[in-house]
Nanobody
Framework: QLQLVESGGGLVQPGGSLRLSCAAS????????IGWFRQAPGKVREWVSC????????KYAESVKGRLTISRDNAENTGYLLMNSLKSEDTGVYYC???????????????????WGKGTEVTVSS
């Protein structure tokens, strides 16, 4: 079965850290760029970050720049999102998605993504 599975979410206090994982199964992730998105309660889904297929290009939303780090391990067929200095406004369901493309591809929107995960929930609260 071709799928992406997120993990690593949970409850964390403000200022804390989490590392999310995005594991691919049924296909080889190294031909795909990875995007991370989130949806806060009552809000529309928003783009968070992206990384190109080899990891050579990364981009971040202004709201997370300097606090979140996207990475990938193609040998493990997995992408990651390290989240530091978490704030209450980071609360939401985090989704990863994969877009086939060359190493210049780094999607900043959800249109046309080839695969989506089902999400992992992050709650930042004291």
């Amino acid at each position: 079965q071709l799928q992406l599975v997120e993990s690593g979410g949970g409850l964390v206090q403000p200022g804390g850290s989490l590392r999310l994982s995005c594991a691919a199964s049924g296909f080889t992730l190294d031909a795909y760029a990875i995007g991370w998105f989130r949806q806060a309660p009552g809000k529309v889904r928003e783009w968070v970050s992206c990384i190109s297929s080899s990891g050579g290009r990364t981009k971040y939303a202004e709201s997370v720049k300097g606090r979140l780090t996207i990475s990938r391990d193609n040998a493990e067929n997995t992408g990651y999102l390290l989240m530091n200095s978490l704030k209450s406004e980071d609360t939401g369901v985090y989704y990863c998605a994969a877009l086939w493309g060359n190493d210049k591809t780094c999607p900043t929107g959800g249109y046309g993504m080839n695969y989506w995960g089902k999400g992992t929930e992050v709650t930042v609260s004291s």
